[in-house]
């Protein structure tokens, strides 16, 4: 079993940078790969970014690309969303997922997620 929760998201203007953070607890965590989504309000929740289990591969989606990076740290049992460059669009509840392959977490249908953390950027 994979507990995941996340940390801070908050408000911040645009062109500005947050840190994700998800921390995971259960020993499976260094196996599995993961990932972020996010949900804006009357939207449905898209795929941001993920990081295989070995964190050699790494998976954006366009709308990111070059202004967020993903990263892990094992010995943290840890997953980071580096966000740079943010624009109001980017305004969303984030969500940490895991599951034991990239292609699962990729399509959104992982096993474990967290509760979210809000992200507000304003303009």
């Known amino acids: 079993q994979v507990q995941l929760v996340e940390s801070g998201g908050g408000l911040v203007q645009a062109g500005g940078s947050l840190r994700l953070s998800c921390a995971a607890s259960g020993r499976t965590f260094s196996s599995y790969a993961m990932g972020w989504f996010r949900q804006a309000p009357g939207k449905e929740r898209e795929f941001v970014a993920a990081?295989?289990?070995?964190?050699?591969?790494?998976y954006y989606a366009d709308s990111v690309k070059g202004r967020f990076t993903i990263s892990r740290d094992k010995a943290k049992n840890t997953v980071y969303l580096q966000m740079n460059s943010l624009k109001p669009e980017d305004t969303a509840v984030y969500y940490c997922?895991?599951?034991?392959?990239?292609?699962?977490?990729?399509?959104?249908?992982?096993?474990?997620w967290g509760q979210g953390t809000q992200v507000t950027v304003s303009s």
């Open positions: 990081i295989s289990w070995s964190g050699s591969s790494t």
């Open positions: 997922a895991g599951d034991k392959r990239p292609s699962t977490v990729v399509a959104g249908t992982s096993g474990f």
